[in-house]
Structures are given as structure tokens and as C-alpha cells.
């Protein structure tokens, strides 16, 4: 445990300093577009492609690690939706909760976190996983967003709207030309690959302490009460109920005769443990969903998420750990 924390408490520690300066107002509150723009829009493209290009073809194209996590992803959603239905939620914010309860952290966190846990293997199932919730589970929850009109267009425009932004996303595309490099085995040249380097080892610390800044943020924004139980079991759904169904797939798939690799396996559990995407803030706010409770998932999952993480990772991360 204590190696495990040697290496999950650096993460966790960069995010608390960005909490603190931005509490503290040594970072101005205008300055976090500006950051969270320097890591999508440049650093975390570059890591996405070098991890992508530098991983073999077969582990970024694993059709098991596929229907594993996608079966997960839409179980999550489909629990969570319910629950939030019978409860009398409104399908806008039963939709967009489980968003945030179905998709972790994986650009802004799993990536730099995962990989220095289990080794340069784990990107595969990773990236995988990230492509998945980005494109799939996104467009499904801002689909079920639309049911009730609680917009003012229909499910089709929403869902183009949506298709739109994740196509000015440079993520998913820095994911593709990752992996059309690694099937061609295409280098860059030096002088650039030095450039996507530099910028790739920039993406893991200034993401993490954005990461901070933007929970500061939302927790300085008082407007919106939120009573504990609207937000809570979300969080807690996120950190457990998420895992333990990738666990338990993982263990289907195994008995149907369809085995993940042991490190894929404890990789994509280990994602599913991630706190709460960041971004889904954003999203829920564009589709005028209740920001407020969104935000507070974000914030409840990241502070729980370093120790139940890292319980998460003494039980399925440590042989991986172990062999690095």
C-alpha cells in the first residue's frame, strides 16, 4: 500500500495545489479557460498520440476490452437513469447524472496516473476506454437529455450539437492518428516528435493542477443549493458501483471463453475507479441540466477518490505494479 501511495499521492497532491490556488486567489479565476485550453487543445493531444503511436496495433484495436467496458458504460447508465426517474428527476438531469457517474477522469487523470502505475501497456485498454466514453456513452446520455424537451430543440439537433463538439475535440482525433501511426509503424521526425514530446510531458502536472483550479471554482459558486443525497450516491456510484461491474464483466468474459489480458483487466477496472470527468460539467451547463449538483459529483469523487482508488489498486493493480 505504502508503494501504491508513493505513486497515486504526486496526482492528488498536484490537484490539491491547484485547489488551494485558486481558494487562495493566487490563481485568477479568468486564468482556468487559459490552462484547461494549453492541455486540450496542445499537451494532452500530444501524450494521447506518442501513447497511441508507441502502442501495438492489436492492444489499441482489443474487440474484448471494447465490449467489456462498453457493456459497463451503458449498464451504469441505464441503472442510474432508472433511479433517477423513479426518483422524479427530470431525464435532462437524470441523463446528465449518469454522465458523471458512467464517465471517469481518463484524459485529464487515467492517462499519466494508469500508465505509471501498470506501464506503457496499460494505454491500450486506456485510450480504448476513453474513446468509448467520449464518443458513445456521450452522445447516448445527451440523447436521453433530449426525451423530456427540457430544451429547446429535439433529441436530433442535440445530438448533432453534440457530434459537432466532440468533432472540434482534438482528443478523439489525436487518438486516431495515434493509432493509424502505430499500424503504418510511422515515426515523426526528430525535430517534431521533440516538439509533441516536450509538450506530452507538460500535459500530466498542468492537467492534474487544472483539475484543482476548476473544483475551486465549482465549489466557490454558492448560487445552487444541493442537498447531499442528489449528489452523493452518484459519487459513490462512480467510485464502486463502476469497478465492481468492470471487474465482475471481466470475470463473464472468462467463463464465456473470451479471457482479457490481466493487465487490460486491472487497467480498465482501475479506470471505471476514477473519480468524475471535469468536463462534464461543461456539458451539463450547454444543455442547461442542473450544473450545480453535476459540479459537486466532480468535486465528492475526486476528494473520496484518493483513498478508495488506491484501495482499488492494492486489490487489482498490484501484480501489474509489481512486474513494472
Not at 108 to 119: E, H, I, K, Q, S
Request: proline share 6%.
Amino acid at each position: 500500500m505504502l508503494a501504491i501511495l508513493a505513486t497515486t499521492f504526486p496526482f492528488f497532491a498536484l490537484i490539491l495545489c491547484g485547489y488551494l490556488a485558486t481558494r487562495r486567489g493566487m490563481l485568477p479565476l479568468a486564468a482556468i479557460p487559459g490552462l484547461n485550453g494549453f492541455v486540450l487543445f496542445f499537451a494532452l493531444p500530444c501524450m494521447l498520440y506518442r501513447f497511441g503511436a508507441r502502442t501495438p496495433i492489436h492492444q489499441l484495436l482489443d474487440a474484448r476490452v471494447t465490449g467489456v467496458y462498453l457493456a459497463c458504460a451503458l449498464l451504469m447508465v441505464g441503472v442510474t437513469v432508472l433511479a433517477s426517474r423513479r426518483s422524479g428527476t427530470s431525464w435532462n438531469d437524470a441523463a446528465f447524472g449518469a454522465l458523471v457517474a458512467a464517465f471517469p477522469n481518463t484524459g485529464f487523470m487515467g492517462v499519466p496516473l494508469l500508465t505509471a502505475l501498470l506501464g506503457a501497456a496499460a494505454a491500450g485498454p486506456v485510450i480504448q476506454a476513453m474513446a468509448i466514453d467520449m464518443v458513445l456513452t456521450t452522445s447516448l446520455c445527451v440523447a436521453l437529455s433530449r426525451l423530456d424537451g427540457a430544451g429547446a430543440h429535439g433529441v436530433a439537433v442535440a445530438l448533432r450539437r453534440a457530434l459537432r463538439g466532440m468533432a472540434g475535440n482534438p482528443m478523439p482525433w489525436s487518438i486516431v492518428l495515434g493509432v493509424l501511426a502505430s499500424a503504418a509503424g510511422f515515426v515523426l521526425p526528430r525535430p517534431l516528435d521533440q516538439t509533441v514530446g516536450l509538450l506530452s510531458d507538460a500535459a500530466s502536472p498542468v492537467a492534474l493542477f487544472t483539475i484543482g483550479a476548476v473544483l475551486a471554482r465549482s465549489g466557490m459558486d454558492r448560487a445552487e443549493h444541493t442537498p447531499w443525497r442528489g449528489y452523493v450516491p452518484l459519487a459513490l456510484a462512480k467510485l464502486l458501483l463502476h469497478p465492481l461491474l468492470v471487474l465482475a464483466a471481466g470475470a463473464i468474459a472468462r467463463l464465456l471463453g473470451m479471457p482479457l489480458d490481466p493487465l487490460a483487466l486491472s487497467a480498465l477496472v482501475l479506470v471505471a475507479a476514477l473519480p468524475s470527468a471535469s468536463n462534464v460539467s461543461m456539458l451539463a451547463e450547454r444543455f442547461g441540466a442542473h450544473n450545480g449538483r453535476i459540479a459537486r459529483v466532480i468535486l465528492v469523487s475526486t476528494v473520496l477518490a484518493f483513498v478508495s482508488f488506491s484501495a482499488a489498486v492494492a486489490l487489482v493493480g498490484a501484480p501489474g505494479i509489481a512486474s513494472k
